[in-house]
Structures are given as structure tokens and as C-alpha cells.
């Protein structure tokens, strides 16, 4: 399975941007997708996840900020990002299978190569 993700940029305190990502190849039995992100010295979190049904989960810190959606007749995975914070700079990975808080890990989960969010203050 491979997933690509796009949309990252720069974007000052309380813009907005949107990610997007699509999957191609046989992914795990588990098809709930997700984002992932990673700031410099501190650890990859899971961000959000949405089941196939549309049932979304997120992180504490994003919730009435961040939308997740899907499209499965696509494979692909979005983020709607608003009131964007210097705190949520970071790597964005999106992901697919069983999204652990903090893990990820083959065979179950994958993710693919990340793209950069930078909020400026």
C-alpha cells in the first residue's frame, strides 16, 4: 500500500489549510484512515481517524478546529484545518489500518510520506 500526501504549506496563526491523501494498493484488512503528525522532539500522535462508515475521531487538541472526511470510492483521506496554531506545526503523515494514539505498525498500519505544516505566530 502506498499513500501520498499533499496539501501542506505555510500559513499564519489562524489560517487554514486543507490535506489531502490518496491511498493506492491493497491496505490492510482494518480500512480506517487517518492523520498522523510529528513536530520536532516530540513524538508522532495521531491527530484523527475516520472509519469507513464516516464514524471520526480526534485528538483533544483539534476538536471544532480540525474536519477529517473521506472518499472511498476515491481512496483518499482529507484534513480541513482552521484556527491554525503555531502549536500545530508539524509533519503531517496520513495513514491507514489500526490507528493506535501513538502507533502505527506493518502489518497492521501504514503510513506514508509526510508533508510539512508550518503555522507562523
Known amino acids: 500500500v502506498q499513500l501520498q500526501a499533499s496539501g501542506g504549506g505555510l500559513v499564519q496563526a489562524g489560517g487554514s489549510l486543507k490535506l489531502s491523501c490518496e491511498q493506492s494498493?491493497?491496505?490492510?484488512?482494518?480500512?480506517?484512515m487517518g492523520w498522523y503528525r510529528q513536530a520536532p522532539h516530540k513524538v508522532r500522535e495521531l491527530v484523527a481517524r475516520?472509519?469507513?462508515?464516516?464514524?471520526?475521531n480526534y485528538t483533544e487538541s483539534v476538536k471544532g478546529r480540525f474536519i477529517i472526511s473521506r472518499d472511498n470510492a476515491k481512496n483518499m483521506v482529507f484534513l480541513q484545518m482552521t484556527s491554525l496554531e503555531p502549536d500545530d506545526s508539524a509533519v503531517y503523515y496520513c495513514?491507514?489500518?489500526?490507528?493506535?494514539?501513538?502507533?502505527?505498525?506493518?502489518?497492521?498500519?501504514?503510513w506514508g510520506r509526510g508533508t510539512q505544516v508550518t503555522v507562523s505566530s
Open positions: 494498493g491493497t491496505g490492510p484488512s482494518d480500512d480506517t
Open positions: 475516520i472509519t469507513s462508515d464516516g464514524t471520526a
Open positions: 495513514a491507514t489500518g489500526v490507528l493506535g494514539r501513538l502507533l502505527c505498525l506493518p502489518p497492521t498500519c501504514y
